[in-house]
DNA sequence: TATGAATGAGTTTTCATTCAT
DNA sequence: GATGAATGAAAACTCATTCAT
């Protein structure tokens, strides 16, 4: 349904501009230029709404089934800079996936519905980098000291980290800490 | 004022558990045990309260002056862990300061003087850290390679995406991956 | 749209009764027995609400469409008295129109829309009343002497003064002097 | 008491300007220079001091004691004109006298004190012009024909017809239709 | 199936008054 | 005599939800 996936996409960007808490059902229907009562008649409330805008949204920037086919730890990069960036330059950050991501990752606290797909999805994403770290190792590409989980955790808390402070200060060079971070974890 | 300093408490508190667009005046009141006509009295208005909360929890995580004293990075982790732990277990992180650190790098978007005032003491906090990084490397404790902006970049963000994650899921073991990142930076 | 007129009613009966400055959304919903949330439903806010009930009542009391089919200067004192009466009896004066009258007119020096309206339809009839004058001269039945436009001026602001001392001391008699200054203007 | 003044000067600016119904005691301190504190302390409420701030201002536009002492209606003029025009410039209407008159004459409706106040002072004013019109009309100076108490209230109610008038617009000429009115009255 | 008018609970803010100092 | 911190009642406004059409 078209209607669904316009009310969708308006609800993502008003999440990422004004704040979870404040999305109004009235400002998400106008965004998408739908009559209000379209929110009530696709969704049984706003929290059904919201909470299915930030997992769409979230799962995007998250493209696991592409992730699969990875096998060296920089191609990630490109992948991850494709899923958060506006396309025509890949350098820019997009304010809605990300803000949306940030949105999320605080909502969750309140909200268990949100929070049991969130987790699991950051777990599968884990998981999966855990193994790359691990082979990687193995190939002796990654240094062979650090465990491959905590490896793994600190290359995604780090990568959401420089995010979420490019977000606050746009003027802030991340692409440099990247690179250093991925210089460090190669032998 | 013991007044004005109990609302501010609440406040932060209240950011934390509900999130900065849902806390309500009265709710604030309510948990500082005052009554409502206090927080239009002490304060211009919900944003200024929320503001003066936020910077007040977010300056105490960042203490420049204690950081000025500091020498070497390894000295960072034990100030950071206590600026964020609950008191008596140094490990926990307390849900309020990591709380509210978060609302209010979402919330600068929107509010140009939480946003001046939190990139300030981001920019006086990063400097500090460069610095010293900068003093490492000379002593050849830390790898001379990376530039040190970059790196202070690096170890704040990554700071920063741990407690977030470790936020969202209290099971997720972040102290390794803490170590592993200064294994990385030192020789 | 039924509901919103009632509230147009409720909101001049009590812009006479208690005055602009304290009509409350609240008691205008009350008087016209709709719930309070109705107000903020069918107008932008408190000001938009009593301005456009001041503006309805105003331009009754003015009826300019009629006004354009009166030749001779006594005909205007019906057409007023029974625009500004209530309906039994054409003596009484309506403290309902009268009353937002005069408030609308002080309220004028603070709301910019009001006061354009407002100012808009008074013009009109000035310049309505001065044809009527001009014409009257013409016909040798007022005074040639005064200005025309002069004389209108203090036609007008000659009956809404004695509308606004008959408002305040109810007792007054304005009747003759009415038909002083009609006598005084005709030869 | 030189701060009992100060407040009533204050709000006697502050009905002319924000409307009766809106003067609020903060504002009234605060214009005056003075504490907040110090309206309730003088005063014994919001009530009083409105309505002596009105009378006094009111009782300054209609000074009996003069007026008791003038023969020609056209005395009448420079002195009504000098109570409500701003010292240096005569043909200036004060908004401050004016508005409170206009304020104060809507409020009587509401407040049985100052309705009582008001009307003894008009009613004095009433019969003082009327007296005079009586004098004039002997002399033979003014039309014979209307009552002389008639003549009185039309005059009155005239002049603050005009009054209101040309506070609503600034731009309208009353100076040539009170003259015409005079024109009238006199043989 | 789809709409938007209607409702009322809940929010922020204002403010006269009280009262301890 | 004088002050201003404190209070709580009441105001305007917002908005998710319901429901008749």
Redesign the pocket.
């Given at each position: 349904?078209a209607?669904r996936h316009q009310l969708l996409d308006a609800a993502a960007q008003l999440i990422a501009e004004v704040g979870w808490g404040?999305?109004?059902?009235?400002?998400?229907a106008e965004r998408a230029g739908?009559?209000?009562?379209?929110?009530?008649?696709?969704?049984?409330?706003?929290?059904?709404?919201l909470t299915e805008a930030a997992m769409a949204t979230v799962e995007a920037m998250f493209p696991l089934d592409q992730l699969r086919s990875v096998t060296k730890l920089t191609d990630l990069i490109p992948l991850f800079q494709a899923s958060i960036s506006t396309p025509p330059d890949p350098e820019t950050i997009d304010p809605v996936s990300s803000g949306v991501l940030a949105e999320a990752m605080r909502e969750c606290g309140r909200n268990p519905e949100l929070r049991g797909r969130i987790t699991e999805l950051l777990r599968a994403y884990r998981s999966l980098v855990t193994d790359l770290v691990h082979a990687e190792q193995g190939r002796g590409v990654v240094e062979r000291g650090p465990d491959a989980t905590d490896l793994a955790t600190l290359l995604i808390a780090a990568g959401d980290g420089l995010l979420l402070h490019a977000l606050l200060d746009p003027q802030l060079p991340i692409a440099g800490a990247a690179e250093v971070l991925l210089a460090l974890v190669h032998t």
């Open positions: 349904m209607t404040r999305v109004t059902t009235r400002a998400v739908l009559p209000h009562g379209a929110v009530s008649y696709h969704f049984h409330g706003k929290q059904e709404l």
